[in-house]
């Protein structure tokens, strides 16, 4: 008797639950950002973000599926990106990354996209020759 009254409590107490949690709970957040440093380490990436309507500086923290993605691997200071996931401690856990040109973010981040251009064509350019 006590076994069944065990289930009946557990399948109570998760229902129960599963009202109270709310939907968007695990709906990832959608970041814009700029690379803001040479990304010597893929795991960690420096980037100006443009998180809950603020810009702040952020690490980039990939999921296992992302470290292995093409656009990851090939990213560079500047990259624009528009990114899904999850705030977390000291970072933002990345779960989905696509490259936008810099005129598809939004205002806030357009300034900072194309000082860091200028600043890249001025140090790479002497370079060229």
């Not at 229902?15 to 010597?40: H, Q």
């Not at 702040?56 to 990851?72: A, H, Q, R, T």
Request: glycine share 6%; proline share 5%; aromatic share 8%.
């Amino acid at each position: 008797m006590s076994w069944f009254r065990l289930r009946v409590w557990g399948i109570v107490t998760w229902v129960t639950l599963s009202l109270f949690v709310p939907v968007w709970a695990d709906d990832d957040t959608v970041v814009f950002a700029v690379v803001s440093d040479v990304p010597k380490d893929r795991s960690r990436v420096s980037a100006k973000a443009l998180l809950d309507g603020a810009v702040s500086d952020l690490k980039l923290l990939p999921g296992e599926l992302i470290l292995g993605n093409p656009v990851w691997r090939t990213l560079e200071v500047c990259h624009a990106l528009k990114l899904e996931g999850m705030k977390i401690g000291d970072g933002f856990k990345v779960t989905s990354a696509r490259v936008l040109d810099a005129s598809m973010l939004p205002m806030a981040l357009q300034g900072y996209a194309g000082d860091c251009l200028i600043k890249k064509a001025v140090e790479i350019a002497p370079l060229a020759d």
